[in-house]
């Protein structure tokens, strides 16, 4: 039986890096995949959307081609190389994991794993693994509700589903309007689909600012998109040709239906040493599964302190660069009890970017409007709008907001909030600033560079303390 | 060759100065006498001035530091002088500072004998073993040179609510202090947080200096004796009070203290009891010709004794007005050597923080001082001399303070 140091079990962006982290710091690694290296992000979320995106924004630049004086002729699309397009960039990706993994050592194992022990995996085709640690970054997968709103995977789809369609459906339903909804609303509306968007709460992308998901609505319904927001969807079913589904009490239907309505950790068939299980986690009572994730501690140790649990599988927020960063701090957390390097600090769950890449992109971090005045914040807000800024105007888009919001008392920006063109590239500024607690003044004292959209930035600011330059 | 600019003597006991303000920069060009820089020194903050007409080259002291008296503080070129690369100012061998400084009346009777009496070592290494400045592990953010390494909000969150952010000890990356780190501190409870005051560390100044040493030195060697008494004060309030409608009546600008009264009241009784008016001087008494009371003004980061001299011989208007000025230069560090050496007697006076009595330490070489406590409910106020047993036996001692008591009580006395 093969001994490691550590084992990690999935190669998302979570466990790959995780396992990159500990090889580096002196520590025998192997990674276990069942499917594709580099997991959700890379085959079937983050990156094929974004190349599906990126074909959107295309076709929406080609229908402006006019206003910039081009003459382009829109012979419609080959919805097909859009899909494969997409694939390529996925498997060229994967590719590159396999080849960070050899680069760093790190013995890739492939097979579906379970624990045999709390010291030893068994590996469906390869055998049993022998560890001192593992970490476990299985991911998650969309979540269904049994009966109520369930995928089928041929007329309902999943996102797995909804990004390699053998053909674009004319008329989709999207539930709900969260991050992974609107992208898809997005991709499919400038793709000419007629695009009904279901949301449950009074709001799209409820996790953002209230005044970002009202310019998000308007922008989305100017689209063509209809958005129900307050929706209450009943009896979801495939039909012989598409879906039906009762919105708001009326009889609907669609050629697809997307779901979109969470995701759920990846926790079943590892025969976790769950307290009832009764392995030999002497330490403690064993790991604890809640809510379909994983507990951990603030350095993602589970109830059996040598086995961690980072990413999805450990809960919200469901994000591949919280899962990364986890994987770090998980990794660096092992090599420091075993005397290589310092203790790890722990993240701040606080100054997490989200970005969602539908058109005009949503980027934000920190609190809201509302969140930090709900946590007993005065505020300071400052706004800048993209028509007042000329690189904007200039790329012909004029449509977009800063937001910031400061504590009135000591400065601290409290949250930065933006929607348009680039706002996913911009917001990096903003988390860099709060990751380093930088106040108003930090950012007034910067000379950014002109003509950019990052100038929105310090006019933001100036404006939120009512000396706005340019507005 | 270039003009080096050394830290002058200021006075007779200053063996080293503390560069304090530049008043001039690098390239100014300065005539003699122009002031230069300012110094404190033992006893007051003082100018240096340019000796001869140049251009500043450079400075080559920084500010703050103690330099021996001849050390260099700036090169000055000569007009169209070049001032080479290589140029080194060289140190000027200091003129050896009086050990203390000998009244002036003394200095032709004493002989140039070096004082037998050994100077008391004060303080010649640090004596509190343990000071709380450094925190216990993990060691704060206090930084070699004085730095804190701390985010900008945290900055601003220490300076809002008055913390510390040196006591701090930071959780962030290599240290740094955060606003989280700051969080409980006031309240206490945070693991991160010395919740202990901190003790601060203030080098000496060349004043604090010189007043350890030569009290040290008093306490220490001089054999000291006290005696107390309680002068009725009825008598000289209401004449006080006399005195100043009179004044007022006459538009001056004068109002008597009853410091300036005891002032006159000492001057008279040590005229009348003049083997009191002395000084010990090693192998002699120094009997003063004249009576020049020294008298206690606390300043910043200390005190000092300016001189009512020949008070004996002054009006009480006159002494007031003195005194004012005196105060008022005290205070602003702009006493003049002359303004604060010698001196025959030292007057202390406490009453204005409600005092009721206190002993003094003898300002040597003088032979004794007074210590005057606040009038009591029966206008009382009780007064401590603190007497030189060496120059000073008790009897002559009961007589001064008697007669001290007798003109504070028979007022009249005091404009006669």
Redesign the interface.
């Known amino acids: 039986m093969q001994q490691y140091d550590v084992v990690v079990i999935g190669s998302g962006p979570g466990g790959y890096v995780a396992a990159i982290r500990a090889s580096q710091l002196g520590l025998k690694v192997a990674i276990v995949e069942r499917a594709e290296m580099g997991g959700v992000c890379l085959n079937w979320g983050c990156i094929p959307t974004k190349a599906l995106l990126k074909a959107a924004e295309l076709k929406r630049a080609v229908a402006h081609a006019a206003d910039f004086g081009l003459k382009v002729k829109d012979e419609g699309l080959d919805f097909a190389k859009i899909i494969g397009r997409s694939r390529d960039v996925a498997a060229q990706l994967s590719k590159g994991i396999s080849f960070l993994m050899k680069k760093n050592k790190i013995e890739v194992i492939k097979g579906e794993a379970k624990f045999k022990t709390d010291k030893v995996l068994e590996v469906a085709g390869v055998g049993e693994v022998g560890f001192g640690h593992a970490i476990i970054a299985t991911g998650a997968r969309a979540k269904q509700i049994p009966g109520v709103l369930e995928a089928d995977g041929k007329h309902i789809w999943t996102a797995r589903e909804a990004m390699v369609p053998a053909e674009l459906p004319a008329t989709l339903l999207i539930i709900v309007g969260g991050a992974i909804g609107v992208e898809f609303a997005s991709f499919y509306a400038a793709l000419g689909c007629q695009v009904t968007l279901c949301e449950a709460q009074h709001r799209i992308v409820p996790a953002e600012d209230e005044e970002i998901s009202a310019l998000l609505h308007k922008a989305l319904e100017k689209e063509g998109m209809k958005i129900l927001i307050n929706a209450k969807v009943a009896n979801l079913k495939a039909t012989k040709t598409g879906v039906s589904a009762d919105i708001n009490g009326k009889a609907e239907s669609f050629d697809r239906a997307i779901l979109a309505i969470g995701v759920v950790g990846n926790v079943e068939g590892l025969n976790l040493p769950t307290p009832q299980m009764g392995h030999s986690g002497k330490a403690s009572g064993g790991m604890v599964v809640e809510k379909g994730a994983i507990v951990v501690n603030d350095y993602y140790q589970t109830g059996v302190p040598h086995l961690y649990a980072i990413g999805d599988v450990a809960g919200a927020p469901w994000l591949a660069h919280v899962a990364s960063h986890e994987g770090v701090i998980a990794a660096e957390h092992i090599a420091h009890t075993l005397g290589k390097g310092a203790k790890p600090?722990p993240m701040d769950y606080t100054n997490i970017p989200g970005c969602t890449y539908c058109t005009p992109q949503v980027a934000s971090t920190g609190y809201t409007e509302a969140a930090a005045k709900e946590a007993g914040h005065k505020v300071k807000v400052g706004r800048f709008n993209y028509q007042a800024n000329g690189k904007a105007l200039a790329m012909g888009e004029p449509v977009g907001l800063v937001k910031v919001i400061f504590d009135e008392?000591?400065?601290?920006l409290l949250g930065a909030h933006i929607i348009g063109a680039e706002a996913t590239e911009m917001i990096s500024t903003f988390v860099l600033g709060r990751s380093?607690?930088?106040?108003e003044?930090?950012f007034l004292h910067a000379c950014l560079p002109h003509p950019t959209l990052s100038e929105m930035i310090g006019e933001a600011v100036l404006n939120s303390e009512g000396r706005a330059l340019n507005a | 060759m270039p003009i080096d600019l050394l830290m002058p003597q200021l006075s007779p006991t200053m063996t080293e100065g503390r560069l304090a303000k530049w008043l001039k920069s690098p390239g100014d060009a300065i005539k003699a006498g122009d002031v230069v820089a300012e110094v404190e020194t033992d006893k007051a903050t003082m100018e240096v001035e340019a000796s001869e007409d140049g251009v500043i080259h450079q400075f080559v002291a920084e500010l703050g530091t103690d330099l021996p008296v001849g050390t260099p503080i700036a090169v000055l070129a000569k007009k169209g002088e070049t001032v080479p690369a290589d140029y080194q100012p060289k140190v000027k061998a200091a003129p050896k500072a009086e050990a203390v400084s000998a009244p002036a009346a003394a200095a032709a009777a004493a002989p140039a004998a070096a004082a037998p009496v050994a100077a008391p070592v004060v303080l010649a290494a640090p004596v509190l073993p343990v000071l709380n400045t450094a925190s216990v592990a993990p060691v704060a953010a206090a930084p070699k040179g004085g730095r804190v390494v701390a985010s900008p909000l945290a900055k601003r969150l220490a300076a809002q609510q008055g913390l510390d952010l040196s006591r701090v000890v930071g959780s962030g990356p290599r240290g740094r202090v955060v606003a989280k780190d700051l969080q409980n501190a006031p309240r206490g409870g945070s693991a991160n947080v010395v919740v202990r005051r901190p003790d601060s560390v203030e080098k000496l100044t060349p004043m604090r200096k010189a007043i350890a040493a030569r009290l040290t030195q008093s306490k220490q060697t001089v054999p000291h004796f006290y005696l107390k008494v309680r002068a009725d004060m009825a008598a000289a309030l209401e004449f006080r009070k006399q005195l100043n409608a009179h004044y007022e009546a006459r538009s001056e600008k004068v109002k008597v203290s009853v410091n300036d009264l005891i002032i006159k009241a000492s001057a008279l009784a040590l005229a009348q009891y003049p083997a009191a008016n002395a000084a010990w001087n090693t192998d002699s008494v120094v009997q003063f010709g004249n009576v020049d009371i020294s008298v206690a003004v606390s300043i910043e980061g200390g005190l000092i004794t300016p001189i009512v001299a020949n008070a004996d011989q002054k009006s009480l208007g006159a002494i007031s007005t003195e005194m004012k000025t005196l105060a008022a230069a005290a205070r602003a560090n702009q006493l003049k050597p002359e303004q604060y050496t010698g001196g025959s007697f030292s007057i202390s006076n406490l009453g204005m923080y409600g005092i009721e009595e206190f002993a003094a330490i003898i300002n040597p070489p003088q032979a004794a001082i007074l210590a005057v406590g606040a009038a009591d409910e029966l206008e009382r106020v009780a007064l401590t001399l603190s007497v030189d047993h060496r120059v000073i036996d008790g009897a002559l001692g009961a007589e001064l303070l008697g007669a001290i008591k007798a003109n504070l009580e028979n007022p009249v006395g005091l404009v006669l």
């Open positions: 600090h008392a000591t400065g601290a380093m607690e930088a106040v003044a930090d």
